[in-house]
């Protein structure tokens, strides 16, 4: 057993092995960011389906579509969307990794973001509808300009914990050989046969990356509190 010195130097300076970690960092944060971004867009536009079927009883073969999806996304696991994604869907097509796993980390996210974008829409008072409809809005500026503003400070929170919940999830990217940064700790642990150090290192990075977003939606919610006084 080596010293603390050797040991680093083995897992992170020797043959530059640290640039797995950074490469894998790069990656983990392309494919969260671009999959965030996917999400909040399907995610929105199911959210309005469905509760705009709710409340005014159109748009049924759309609400049943979005209600399969819904159902499907979230009745089987990531990891398992990531592999059918990849290896049947894009089977016979040569196309980017980091593609492949931002369409499927972001069709995931979308049905979690489409429930809580939702819960929101209806957690606000039938009230505030019909203010806005006796003031001559319509139904779509009543949501923009009423609703909408109204359920996002309402679903902060669980929006920034979804974001959170995708950053992690993405650590299963390896499963079709793609280099994120938990692929890059176990290629360096493949190599210098020394599991703790290249494991604990990517445990801690994933937990300031998670400290530094909880910070950014905290940060946020005290300004959106602090605008409505």
């Known amino acids: 057993m080596g010293s603390f010195a050797d040991n680093f130097y083995q897992n992170f300076i ?27 867009i399907l995610g929105f536009i199911v959210a309005m389906v469905r ?4 409340k005014t009883g159109k748009g049924l073969i759309l609400n ?14 990531v990891v398992l969307q990531l592999l059918i994604t990849y290896f049947v869907i894009f089977a016979s097509v040569d196309v980017n990794k980091v593609f492949v ?58 929006l ?16 079709i050989a793609l280099q994120d940064l938990t692929k890059g700790a176990d ?4 190599r210098t046969y020394n599991a703790f150090m290249p494991l604990m290192a990517v445990a801690v990075i994933y937990l300031v990356l998670v400290m530094i977003f909880d910070k950014l939606v905290k940060n946020l919610e005290r300004r959106l509190r602090n605008s409505d006084h």
């Open 51 to 54: 509760s705009t079927y709710d």
């Open 101 to 158: 796993a931002v369409i499927a980390f972001g069709i995931n996210s979308g049905a979690y973001v489409a429930e809580i974008i939702r819960s929101g829409i209806m957690s606000i008072d039938n009230g505030q509808f019909e203010a806005g409809r006796s003031l001559g809005f319509s139904y779509v500026q009543t949501m923009i300009h009423f609703i909408l503003p109204q359920a996002f400070k309402n679903i902060l929170p669980a």
């Open 14 to 40: 020797e043959d530059n092995r640290y640039e797995y970690i950074l490469n894998g960092l790069g990656v983990t944060l392309i494919i969260t960011l671009f999959s965030v971004m996917i999400g909040i």
């Open 160 to 175: 920034g914990n979804e974001f959170i919940v995708l950053l992690k999830e993405t650590s299963v990217a390896g499963y």
């Open 187 to 190: 290629i360096i642990r493949s």
């Open 64 to 77: 049943i579509i979005c209600n399969i999806y819904l159902t499907v996304i979230r009745g089987t696991p």
